[in-house]
């Protein structure tokens, strides 16, 4: 069984540039979340998807936005990127259901320079 | 909104020893579960322990235990005979349980806990 995967590992960027991270799910798993993990910090909900629809969304601006595909990989899009945008970005992946884990991917670190 | 609070930024033991990671949280709702995430360096994220609030009994694992206290709102995790490998940040995670909505995790701020031989 293959665990949460994403990619890059790292990516360093500019002040206004767009970046686009990637996570592929955990076998059999429907549902995506996205997290943003400042330095020192715990992680902050983004937005999840189900089925290909966004259902739910933390306190983040419109200029993050997401996809999820038909294989339940999914996109995290970041534009106009700030400086405070630096962070570990963190993927996890479950089955729908109260009494499912999330299994989180090993994140991808974005600096913003 | 939910929040979680952990108050104790950085935890140290020795190994063979026990240690308490403390964590309280804050909701109005009666349904919603709790969990323990530990982060080591190699940055993923892993499920410790999870309790249902429902649950009078405290949940177990191995070396690992909560004490919840829901009338207070309390939820803290003792890990026994403490292994080098347990170094590690560890997150203090909410999640509602109520149907409908998205299952986001709350966490709190983390625990850094060191490991001495």
């Known amino acids: 069984e293959t665990g949460v995967t994403q990619s890059p590992t790292h990516l360093i960027k500019t002040r206004g540039q767009q970046v686009t991270l990637r996570c592929s799910s955990q076998s059999g798993h429907n549902t995506v979340s996205w997290y943003q993990q400042a330095l020192g910090q715990g992680p902050q909900f983004i937005f999840q998807y189900y089925r290909e629809e966004e259902n739910g969304r933390g306190n983040f601006p419109p200029r993050f936005s997401g996809l999820q595909f038909p294989n339940y990989s999914s996109e995290l899009n970041v534009n106009a990127l700030e400086l405070d945008d630096s962070a570990l970005y963190l993927c996890?992946?479950?089955?729908?259901?109260?009494?499912?884990?999330?299994?989180f991917g090993p994140g991808t670190r974005l600096t913003v320079l | 909104a939910q929040t979680v609070t952990q108050s104790q930024p950085e935890m140290s033991v020795q190994e063979a020893e026990t240690v308490t990671l403390s964590c309280t949280y804050d909701t109005s709702e009666s349904d919603y579960y709790l969990f323990w995430y530990k982060q080591p360096p190699s940055r993923q994220m892993i499920l410790v322990i999870r309790?249902?609030?429902?649950?009078?009994q405290n949940a177990t694992e191995n070396r690992f235990s909560v004490n919840f206290q829901k009338a207070a709102k309390s939820f803290s995790l003792k890990i026994s005979d403490s292994q080098l490998g347990d170094a590690a940040m560890y997150f203090c995670a909410y999640r509602r349980g109520t149907q409908g909505g998205s299952e986001k995790l709350v966490f709190g701020k983390g625990t850094k806990l060191t490991v001495n031989p």
């Open positions: 309790q249902e609030a429902y649950k009078q």
């Open positions: 996890a992946s479950s089955m729908t259901g109260f009494y499912n884990e999330q299994f």
